[in-house]
């Protein structure tokens, strides 16, 4: 069972709620402002979340973190073109019992 920090929890929320569309978090696009971080602190989360396999770097470069991935699709084009099927993903509690399901 994965277990997220409070500040790993409040990140992945908010990646999932401006991140619906899409499987990919562009770095420059995440406003930490609006969830009370400073800008060390979103490295580090985001280095925890992709450490426990939650994002993956999908970058051209890791020093700059381009981008980062979701492990398993949010987006419904996606899910369903990997799967055949959509699972309303809108949580961190359903983001990771979908982790989990399919470890």
Do not use: H, W
Not at 15 to 22: A, E, R, T, W
Not at 44 to 63: A, H, M, P
Not at 85 to 93: G, M
């Amino acid at each position: 069972m994965i277990k997220l920090t409070d500040k790993e929890n409040k990140l992945l929320q908010y990646l999932i709620d401006n991140n619906q569309d899409s499987m990919c978090v562009e770095y420059s696009e995440i406003k930490p402002e609006q969830i009370n971080f400073d800008i060390n602190t979103l490295k580090g989360v985001l280095g925890s979340l992709v450490k426990k396999q939650l994002l993956y770097f999908s970058g051209d470069n890791e020093q700059y973190y381009d981008n980062f991935s979701f492990t398993k699709p949010i987006s419904e084009e996606v899910q369903i073109m990997e799967t055949g099927k959509y699972i309303p993903i809108k949580t961190t509690d359903k983001y990771l019992s979908i982790i989990e399901e399919r470890a």
